[in-house]
């Protein structure tokens, strides 16, 4: 069997052209096939709208979360539930395009491939957008632990032995593109132009994509941290020698009364010590965080035949 995840929030819009391209996609290939769509606790008749849908197609899944969790929560809620030997994730928006599955489908059914994502080599839409999301992968290319990131988002496919090694990761700062890298297996790529999204409001504003971006870099790499170390070593070493030198000046006594140095020396210092101190707030932030160990998700309901069968 075939699954796909759909996370959506609030796409009243776009969810009649999403399911008919997504299951035309999806029929071209595969015969034993399931959709879970996972509501990630929508406020507009998005839940209503996907209801319809599974009316007429069982094959359908609708899993209900009890509220907004977020994109990478809803996408965990959905793979943890689809029983598929080939799974695939997809955003809801259109991004991704339903037509490019069937490719994957190919190719990871042809090459000796567990994971097949999709490399961006373009996008449409907000040019700031883009160029953000440029800059971020290339710079998490330079810092991540994790090399081979390609450009490459949530869109993707795996074979079960690859969604089981995911899902044993229960971190609950989750940033799946970088966990699906991190389990290794032979992966390949399927390039495609990343379109604008087909209607509605992106979900995922600045302040979001921000927070997903630190998510993948404290999970992903110590940078921030060696950073401090780094920086705080070579200020220490600066400090030893300037050290030296007013105290060879306060003995043959050429100190000169500069408040200057010394008020820029302190703004200097308090601030870095500031950012070191968020940076070093973030770790233990997250440890916290997983230490609390609370689910990464609630479901509310979930409308599949399996339930029924129950
Ligand atoms: N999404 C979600 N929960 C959220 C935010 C977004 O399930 O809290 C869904 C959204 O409906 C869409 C996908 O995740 O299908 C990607 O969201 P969006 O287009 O806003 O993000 P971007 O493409 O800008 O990364
Ligand atoms: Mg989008």
């Not at 839940?47 to 977020?70: A, H, P």
């Not at 491939?113 to 290339?138: C, D, M, P, Q, Y």
Request: with cysteine.
């Amino acid at each position: 069997m075939f699954s796909l995840v759909i996370p959506v929030y609030n796409e009243e819009k776009l969810i009649d052209e999403l399911l008919s391209r997504t299951v035309a996609s999806v029929e071209s290939f595969a015969s034993d096939y399931e959709i879970i769509v996972v509501d990630d606790g929508s406020t507009d008749r998005s839940l209503e709208l996907l209801l319809q849908w599974r009316d007429n197609n069982s094959r359908i899944t609708v899993m209900s979360l009890s509220k907004n969790f977020g994109h990478q929560a809803a996408f965990t809620a959905g793979l943890e539930y689809a029983t598929g030997e080939i799974v695939a994730m997809m955003d809801g928006d259109l991004q991704d395009p339903p037509e490019l599955l069937a490719e994957m489908y190919k190719r990871i059914n042809s090459e000796d491939l567990e994971i097949v994502s999709g490399k961006k080599t373009g996008r449409r839409g907000s040019r700031n957008r883009n160029f953000l999301s440029a800059l971020f992968h290339l710079f998490f290319k330079y810092i991540g632990e994790i090399k081979s990131m390609e450009n490459a988002g949530n869109y993707s496919m795996m074979k079960r032995e690859a969604v089981d090694a995911l899902l044993t990761m229960k971190e609950k700062v989750r940033y799946l593109p970088g966990l699906r890298t991190f389990i290794g297996f032979r992966q390949g790529y399927v390039e495609f132009v990343r379109d604008d999204r087909y209607r509605g409001e992106p979900k995922m504003n600045f302040g979001r994509l921000f927070m997903l971006a630190t998510d993948a870099i404290f999970s992903f790499s110590r940078f921030p941290i060696r950073l401090c170390l780094v920086l705080g070593t070579v200020g220490t070493l600066v400090f030893m020698v300037v050290g030296i030198y007013v105290l060879i000046a306060k003995v043959y006594g050429f100190a000169i009364p500069g408040w200057s140095s010394i008020l820029l020396s302190i703004y200097f210092l308090g601030s870095i010590q500031l950012v070191f101190l968020g940076i070093l707030g973030e770790y233990v932030y997250r440890s916290y965080k997983e230490s609390q160990n609370r689910p990464v998700y609630f479901t509310r309901k979930i409308y599949s035949d399996r339930e029924n069968k129950k």
